[in-house]
């Protein structure tokens, strides 16, 4: 099974009104905050969005978009999607890349294919078909040809 890029990706959610004035919180699932810089759009099913200020809060983001300037208008968008086009970066490992690649280790040995990514403080999982957890700072290099390659202490596998 080889991995592809997905032409759009879902990259935050809204959620409830923040003040008076139509922000939101957006709750981000990617660690490119520069998605939420001005003038940035998004695709949502309601239309196209664009940013016009966002600042951090808590774990989240408070975002004021065009034509959104009321908060029973902004409570109306609560649970909307926001989609965009991936950001192209070569020296970035992305998860939409990643599921479903070949795992290998350094030797050339095969460990399994990455199912899902699973979030973690100390580092990110990759989860494998076969039941093993591989620390994302194992992986070595970028993904070539549908395989990642990881370096594990002994024992890990």
């Known amino acids: ?41 998004f695709e949502t099913d309601r239309g196209e969005m664009t ?33 965009a086009a991936p950001i192209e970066r070569d020296d970035v490992l992305w998860v939409d890349e990643v599921i479903g690649a070949e795992v290998r280790t350094s030797d050339g040995t095969t460990v399994g294919h990455v199912e899902a990514i699973e979030a973690n403080p100390a580092s990110d999982l990759l989860v494998l078909d076969t039941g093993a957890l591989i620390p994302s700072r194992f992986v070595v290099g970028s993904l070539t040809d549908g395989v990642v390659t990881v370096e594990v202490p002994e024992g890990l596998l």
């Not at 959620?15 to 709750?27: C, I, K, P, T, Y």
């Not at 600042?55 to 926001?82: C, D, H, K, M």
């Open 1 to 41: 099974m080889t991995a592809a890029r997905r032409s759009v990706l879902v990259v935050g959610v809204i959620g409830r009104a923040h003040g008076l004035s139509g922000a939101v919180v957006v709750h981000l699932v990617t660690d490119q905050i520069e998605r939420l810089a001005p003038n940035s759009t």
């Open 51 to 83: 940013v016009v200020a966002a600042r951090p809060l808590n774990a989240n983001y408070v975002v004021s978009f065009r034509g959104i300037a009321t908060r029973e208008g902004a409570e109306s968008y609560r649970g909307v999607e926001l989609r």
